[in-house]
C-alpha cells in the first residue's frame, strides 16, 4: 500500500522560491518512477516533473529550467525545488508513483497548495 504526504507549500511573492517534499512508504525510489503534478482551479491536472528510478528529472514545457525534482533513497522522499515563481504556477501540487499516475487514478495524497501572488 503506497502512502504520500505532500509538504512545503505556502505563499510566495512572484519570484520566490519554495521547496516541496513528498515523504513515502511502499515506495522505493530506486525502483519506481516518481511524478510531481499539479491541479490549478478549473484546468486539468497537468505533469511538472518526473524523477526516474536511476534518479533522472524530466520536466512539463511550463517549466522551462526553473524546477529541479530529486529524491533520497535513503528516506525514500521526493523534492521538487521551484524558483522563479510566476502566478501562474498557483495550484495544488501532489506527487505520485509514475505507474498510478499514468492509469489516470486520483493522486495517493491530499497535495500541498502553492500560492503565487503578483
Known amino acids: 500500500q503506497v502512502h504520500v504526504t505532500e509538504s512545503g507549500g505556502g505563499l510566495v511573492q512572484s519570484g520566490g522560491s519554495l521547496r516541496l517534499s513528498c515523504a513515502t512508504s511502499?515506495?522505493?525510489?530506486?525502483?519506481?518512477?516518481m511524478v510531481w503534478i499539479r491541479q490549478a482551479p478549473g484546468k486539468q491536472r497537468e505533469l511538472v516533473a518526473v524523477?526516474?528510478?536511476?534518479?533522472?528529472?524530466f520536466y512539463g514545457d511550463f517549466v522551462k529550467g526553473r524546477f529541479s525534482i530529486s529524491g533520497d533513497n535513503g528516506t525514500n522522499t521526493v523534492y521538487l525545488q521551484m524558483n522563479d515563481l510566476t502566478p501562474e504556477d498557483t495550484a495544488v501540487y501532489y506527487c505520485?508513483?509514475?505507474?498510478?499516475?499514468?492509469?489516470?487514478?486520483?493522486?495517493w495524497g491530499p497535495g500541498t497548495q502553492v500560492t503565487v501572488s503578483l
Open positions: 505520485d508513483t509514475f505507474i498510478h499516475w499514468r492509469r489516470g487514478a486520483s493522486p
Open positions: 511502499g515506495v522505493i525510489l530506486s525502483s519506481d518512477a
Open positions: 524523477l526516474t528510478s536511476s534518479g533522472a528529472g
